[in-house]
Structure formats: C-alpha cells, structure tokens
C-alpha cells in the first residue's frame, strides 16, 4: 500500500475510525487547513468552510477532494478540473433534516388555532430537500406550490408548476432550497429581490435554509420593516459568520448554518464521501478497499419516511434560535462557528 496522507476536517463525523489503517490521517479545523498542510497531502476531506482553490492546492499533489457537503460553492471546480483532482460531494445528505427544519421554523410561526392544512407553502427549488418538504408538507394537509425552472424545462412529468410571481401572491410560506448560482439561464444570487417581495399579497414568512445570497438581506429588512412579510426564518446568511445583527432581531427563527445538522444527515454525507473516496482509492492508487473497509464502522441509517405527523417533526427549534440570539453583537463572528462547529446533532422525523 503506498504511503498516503489524508488531510480531514475533525468536524466530520466517524472519519478517524473510518480511515484507521488507510494511511497518515491529519485531523484540523477547517479554517487551519492552509497551503503548507495541502503540500504533501494526496486526499482532503472537508466541509465549507476550507476555500479549496489555487492558492491552497498550487504545489500539491493532491489527488481527490471530498466535501461532506450538499454544496461545491467553496471548491474551484474548473481549477480542480485542470489539475485532474476528482471532487466528490454528498448530494441530498441532508435533505430530511432540511425539510424538517422547515417544517419547524413553520409550526413555530402559527398563531393559536393555526394547523398546517391552513397554510399554503411556497417551494422554489425542487431538488432532494424540496422533493421531500413537498412530499412531507402535502402530507400534513398543506397546500403546496412549486418553482423549479431547470425541472420545467426538462419537461419532468407529473408535477404542476408555478411561476415566482404566483409564488409570491399566493403562498403563506416561500422557502428556497436552490444551489447558489451567479449566471446561467436561472441565476439565484439575490433571487428574493425587491421585485419578488413587492409582488406579495399573504405577507408569508420567508425561509432560507438554502445559501444565504439567494436572499438580498437589505430587502428582506426593509420589507419586513413595511409590513410585506410576517416573519422570518434564516438558517444560511450572507456574509457569515458575519451575519446581518439587524436581520438576526427580526428574525422569528435565527440559526447558525444547521438546518441539516442531523445525526442522520451526518452518516450519509461521510458514507457518501467515503464510498467516492472507496472507488479513488481503487483506481488511482490500486488499493484493494476491501482490505479497508471504509464503511464498516458508520451507524446505519432507517430510509426516509414517505409522510410524517406534526408530532414527528420533534424538533425545539426556538431552543436553537434563543442560544444564537442571546450572543453578544461583538462575539457573534466566532460564536456563531462555535455553535455551527459543536452542534449537538439532532434526529431526524421517523415512523
């Protein structure tokens, strides 16, 4: 077996008994992941918050990154692309939890004798998270409407579409669940503008557990401060962890970057990263994984429930709102890493 050295964020779950025997493990804070550690590295596994681009792989000889992450917005893609370095990431791994949060940023806004089957919620990105917030909202006896142009164009049959401004008229509830993208035909930086809010007729509350540029921050305080919309439920913020303190007090739900912070969550995104790695391994280095079972020593994981009760969404997330909220103006940039970085993981809805 060649020497290899593997240089992995400690916040991901279950990789050093994972990789027990595969070579040099290097476990660090994400932020200390730097050029001088990547030099004579050949894997890095990491979350969002280590930039991988030229300035910390030029000179390295790394072969594969993994990100136990939904999201590749923190990786160079075409960069890694010229340097032949295989990206994997861990699309949907945290889909249910997402949903959930969701689901418990909306009970927590329903006044007394409320239910869910009064409101009409609005999903704009259909992907694996809003797939299963459809599924499970519907199920709840919400009405749901749906925006996803890229599905529209690909013709995807069996689903009724909505435009953002039918959205915008007719939904209790909008939330967004669409990568973060700067260009292209569908563009989601700044997606809920001004123009989109000013179109608003139920003065919904707006969710993001998505990025946090898809929502203009300026926007969303000003049209919460004209009475536009009721509420407001941020888990991803522009700038963070530098976040907004205005829109932290004026939201209802205030969270540090957790929304899919399940237990759950956490085993699929390191299985799925490790299975990636599994096959790299494989062909790159022609190490036979079954000498290394990578996956042998992670929990395993009930599928998806089909449909959940209000009862099983089981989650205080007010609780969570309250500790980042209590922090001092002057302490939340590390604070809110530090809450993000030792969040006691959750469990996710099941029957």
Not at 58 to 64: K, L, P, Q, T
Not at 114 to 121: I, Q, R, W
Not at 157 to 185: F, K, N, V
Not at 257 to 276: C, D, N, P, W
Request: contains cysteine; charged residues 20%.
């Amino acid at each position: 077996m060649p020497h290899l050295k593997i240089v992995a964020d400690r916040n991901i779950p279950f990789i050093d008994s994972a990789l027990a025997g595969v070579g040099q493990l290097v476990m660090l804070p994400g932020s200390e992941i730097d050029s001088e550690v990547m030099r004579d590295a050949d894997i890095l596994l990491t979350r969002t918050r280590t930039r991988c681009d030229a300035s910390l792989l030029d000179g390295s000889r790394c072969s594969f990154i993994g990100t136990a992450t939904i999201g590749t917005d923190h990786i160079d893609l075409p960069y890694c692309a010229s340097r032949g370095i295989t990206v994997a990431n861990a699309p949907g791994c945290n889909a249910p939890a997402v949903a959930q949060y969701v689901l418990a940023a909306v009970s927590a806004s329903l006044k007394p004798g409320e239910s869910f089957s009064d409101k009409v919620l609005g999903i704009i990105g259909v992907g694996n998270v809003g797939s299963i917030l459809h599924r499970w909202a519907e199920g709840l006896g919400m009405r749901v409407l749906l925006n996803d142009p890229p599905r529209q164009e690909r013709g995807d049959s069996g689903m009724s579409w909505s435009s953002l401004e039918e959205i915008a008229r007719d939904s209790d509830i909008i939330s967004i669940h669409t990568p973060l993208t700067r260009s292209g035909a569908h563009p989601t930086y700044h997606l809920v503008d001004d123009v989109l809010l000013s179109a608003v007729s139920r003065r919904p509350m707006i969710v993001n557990a998505a990025r946090g540029p898809v929502t203009d921050t300026a926007v969303l305080k000003k049209a919460y401060a004209e009475g536009r919309i009721s509420a407001l439920a941020i888990d991803c913020w522009e700038g963070e962890p530098d976040i907004d303190t205005g829109l932290l007090v004026d939201a209802l739900v205030a969270t540090p970057h957790i929304a899919g912070y399940s237990f759950q969550g956490k085993v699929r995104a390191t299985s799925m990263v490790l299975e990636a790695l599994a096959g790299h391994l494989r062909a790159h280095y022609n190490i036979d994984t079954n000498d290394t079972d990578l996956l042998q020593s992670l929990p395993s994981v009930r599928p998806v429930p089909a449909t959940i009760t209000a009862d099983e969404i089981a989650y205080d997330i007010l609780a969570d709102t309250l500790r980042l909220k209590e922090i001092p103006a002057e302490l939340l940039p590390a604070t809110f890493e530090t809450l993000r970085n030792t969040y006691p993981l959750r469990p996710e809805p099941r029957q």
